[in-house]
């Protein structure tokens, strides 16, 4: 072995552990339902036969996110620690759905409609033109009344 191979390896060896201070592309195997993922890193240095029970890290609290299996994701390791590996930032394709506060109703986005139930009485304000006939003018309803999302976002729930 001449010299520069002979510090090659030293250097490699020196700087063996510094691996884990980087952020690694990895797929999504499956996950779990703690929502924790298997992965699969692409870089053989981290692979090995892959991550288990890696935790999602998107900062969020409270919300729930899952993932398609084959899903691209980054992998990283909380200050450098192989014991400690996360997932965060997803491709935009990776989502399967969202979860807010328990993630139960659909969520409507502006524009999406909606079918509102009144109640079988209610009172409401008007005018009739003179002379009787056809109404024309302004009805104001005076209750709330509740509304059932017919599409919204299909893929979120709050």
Do not use: C, N
Not at 39 to 46: S, W
């Amino acid at each position: 072995m001449d010299a520069r191979e002979a510090l090659e390896q030293f250097i490699r060896y020196v700087t063996r552990d510094t691996i884990y201070l980087g952020t690694y592309a990895a797929e999504v195997q499956g996950q779990h339902d703690d929502d924790s993922l298997e992965l699969l890193p692409d870089d053989q240095r981290v692979r090995g036969t892959g991550l288990s029970r890696v935790p999602i890290r998107h900062g969020l609290p409270g919300v729930r996110v899952r993932v398609i299996v084959g899903a691209r994701v980054l992998l990283a390791f909380e200050a450098g620690d192989p014991r400690r590996p996360y997932a965060a930032l997803w491709e935009p394709s990776a989502i399967q759905e969202i979860l807010f506060d328990g993630g139960k109703a659909p969520v409507a986005r502006v524009g999406d409609p909606v079918a509102i139930y009144w109640p079988a009485s209610l009172m409401v304000t008007g005018a009739i033109a003179a002379p009787a006939g056809a109404f024309t003018g302004t009805i104001t309803i005076a209750t709330q009344s509740p509304g059932i999302i017919q599409s919204g976002a299909k893929r979120v729930k709050a």
